[in-house]
Nanobody
């Protein structure tokens, strides 16, 4: 049974930082491409950042230079370091794993950027 568990969300002031973590179980983590998505109220879920099993990263334009995705295969964990946060970054952030056996989602973690 595949499980993805996110953590690290919360309330932060504009300009602040948060680091999200996503721990995977039930999969061979190193074989998976990992992604972070976010969904703001009344908006569709959108891709924020991705990292391939080989370590190639990509970012949505609005987060380039502010967010960093990384992975630790020994810990079955993918991270999203978010700096210089803006109110428009407020959303539920979801971890996603893309493997040969399918696509899996975490339950999401809320990030709220507000003064």
């Amino acid at each position: 049974q595949v499980q993805l568990v996110e953590s690290g969300g919360g309330l932060v002031q504009p300009g602040g930082s948060l680091r999200l973590s996503c721990v995977a179980s039930g999969v061979i983590f190193s074989n998976n491409h990992m992604r972070w998505y976010r969904q703001a109220p009344e908006k569709q879920r959108a891709l924020v950042a991705s990292i391939t099993r080989g370590g190639t990263v990509n970012y949505e334009d609005s987060v380039k230079g502010r967010f960093t995705i990384s992975r630790d295969n020994a810990k079955n964990t993918v991270y999203l370091q978010m700096n210089s946060l803006k109110p428009e970054d407020t959303a539920v952030y979801y971890c996603n794993a893309l493997s040969m056996s399918g696509t899996y989602w975490g339950q999401g973690t809320q990030v709220t950027v507000s003064s």
